[in-house]
């Protein structure tokens, strides 16, 4: 599986994808660089710490981003088939 085989389906702010990733007690803001080891550490281990709250947003994870950092596949089934 390459780069080919990847397909955008929605684009998402990073603002929003990240938005968990700062903490207002933190005496400085974390870089990019940071927030995105962060996210991807959290998403890993504790993958609803690591989704955005909107509804619209967190649905856009749930079938392809979270399986993925699991390592798991969900797929959908044509249950009239």
Request: charged share 25%; hydrophobic share 50%; net charge negative.
């Amino acid at each position: 599986m390459g780069p080919e085989s990847l397909a955008v389906e929605k684009e998402v702010p990073t603002v929003a994808v990240l938005s968990k990733m700062e903490r207002p007690e933190q005496p400085r803001p974390r870089s990019l660089d940071q927030r995105v080891g962060l996210w991807l550490d959290v998403l890993a281990s504790r993958w609803q710490d690591a989704l955005p709250d909107a509804p619209e947003l967190t649905a856009l994870f749930i079938m392809d981003v979270v399986p993925a950092a699991a390592q798991a596949v969900i797929s959908v089934e044509d249950l009239a088939a």
